[in-house]
């Protein structure tokens, strides 16, 4: 059973404060509620232990009408107020154990993206889901019930769940509040539309997918591409500058892939950003040699459009071959309206560095979640000193628009950060503490598990 204890900090005025959770193995954090005072967290815990979150804790007696987990992880989404205190706690999940992908917030609207190990989903009004390890979305409402809800399984996949891949790897709203997922398959998945076959027979060979559901949970367009070997995507990232309802997918093709659309003569290699219109046509691709891994990205109101990961390979740029570290550096990339590659900035250390994510200020400044081990660099100028630990940590990054370097924040080992930018300017940190971290506020320490 994990480690009991919790803790709660709060800053002398109120305005930053910290919480720690025990028991939970994956937290995801969204961005402030239609209130402009609460802060929705989902993620997944241990379900042999009761979770503490923000002074409420789920109790397995009274997990119903959810089903309750028999071993593994069940998820769970809360509501916390001013200073971190919960208002609302829910856990739900299937006999198996089960993962969150993503959590997304559009007004009073939830979306959850998940996959479970064992058989269907129970989000509350009944079962969702076909297959074994099947990959789930939903749609909650200001109270955390359920709206509508997606499994990707097909009718005839039972014949491949020894070998099938369903994964939804991410979800996000648009600013029109369709919600937009992407994630792997194979051989077989069903986006709403009906069976569609992939290359391949699962987790060697996977093909991606993309799709746009209207807020009724209704499809509004669907669109996979792959081929033989296996596919990666990381990320869907919506125009929420411009409102345009263009969307950036990013990931990684092994081989150059035809990208379905009506732009199908578009091919991707290796590194793969591609960008939908709001029918869910291919109307722009970029893709660069060495195989970097686009990890993050965000519009800017001017259309222009920032682009962050990490390559561990020489990748050529405008003509110009970088040479990465011996353990792989991070990359933050800047294109233009017309989708020209105008700026590009390189993070090294000792250790592997990668960007996770970017987001921009309404001052014009970018920040940036860092992930680095030893003294980091950008492009070749000092920024933040070696802790002499020899351990990855994180640190929060703020460039002003021209790529100055202006302040960092280290914090410390954090396992699967997340940043989202507030609607007051401040960012909601998130993820899985490691060992002790500091803020400005002072220091956290987690339980023996990690919290």
Not at 77 to 98: K, Y
Not at 112 to 136: H, N, Q, R
Not at 217 to 237: C, D, S
Request: proline share 4%; net charge negative; with cysteine.
């Amino acid at each position: 059973m994990a480690e009991q204890a919790t803790a709660s900090v709060t800053s002398a005025d109120g305005a930053h404060w910290a919480l720690l959770a025990n028991a939970a193995t994956e937290l995801r954090a969204a961005s402030i509620g239609a209130d402009a005072e609460s802060v929705w967290v989902a993620g997944t815990f241990d379900c042999d232990d009761v979770l503490e979150l923000g002074g409420l804790y789920t109790r397995r007696d009274l997990k119903i009408p959810c089903r309750v987990g028999t071993y593994g992880n069940d998820l769970f989404v809360a509501e916390l107020g001013p200073a971190g205190r919960a208002r609302l706690i829910t856990s739900f999940g299937s006999t198996g154990s089960d993962q969150l992908s993503a959590l997304s917030l559009h007004g009073e609207r939830l979306g959850l993206a998940m996959t479970s190990s064992d058989g269907p989903l129970d989000i509350g009004g009944g079962s969702t889901g076909l297959v074994d390890g099947d990959a789930f979305v939903a749609v909650l409402g200001s109270c955390a019930e359920r709206t509508w809800a997606r499994g990707y399984g097909t009718a005839s996949a039972a014949s491949d769940s020894s070998t099938g891949v369903r994964r939804v790897v991410d979800a996000r709203f648009s600013a029109q509040g369709d919600l937009l997922t992407t994630g792997e398959f194979g051989p077989s998945i069903d986006l709403g539309g009906g069976r569609v076959e992939g290359h391949g027979f699962g987790f060697s060979e996977v093909d991606t997918f993309v799709a746009s559901y209207a807020s009724d949970g209704r499809l509004n367009w669907g669109r996979t591409w792959g081929n033989e070997q296996r596919q990666q995507v990381h990320a869907v990232i919506p125009d929420l500058a411009t409102a345009s309802g263009e969307a950036v997918v990013l990931g990684i093709s092994t081989e150059p892939v035809a990208l379905v659309g009506q732009n199908e003569g578009l091919a991707a290699a290796h590194a793969l950003a591609v960008e939908l219109d709001t029918a869910g046509d291919v109307v722009w691709a970029w893709s660069a040699d060495g195989r970097p891994w686009l990890l993050a990205g965000e519009y800017a109101a001017d259309g222009s459009l920032f682009l962050a990961g990490a390559f561990d390979l020489p990748i050529t740029l405008d003509g110009v071959v970088i040479d990465p570290g011996a353990v792989g550096d991070g990359l933050l990339l800047s294109f233009d309206a017309a989708r020209k590659l105008t700026r590009r900035w390189v993070f090294a250390a000792a250790g592997p560095v990668s960007v996770d994510q970017v987001h921009l200020l309404a001052n014009g400044d970018v920040a940036l979640l860092v992930t680095f081990a030893g003294a980091l660099t950008l492009d070749g100028t000092p920024l933040v000193a070696d802790d002499g630990s020899g351990n990855p940590t994180s640190a929060l990054l703020r460039l002003t628009s021209s790529g100055q370097f202006v302040a960092a924040e280290v914090f410390g080992p954090i396992e699967s950060p997340k940043a989202e930018l507030l609607h007051g300017g401040d960012l909601l940190l998130s993820g899985k503490l490691l060992a002790r971290a500091r803020f400005e506020f002072g220091t956290l320490d987690p339980s023996p598990e990690g919290s």
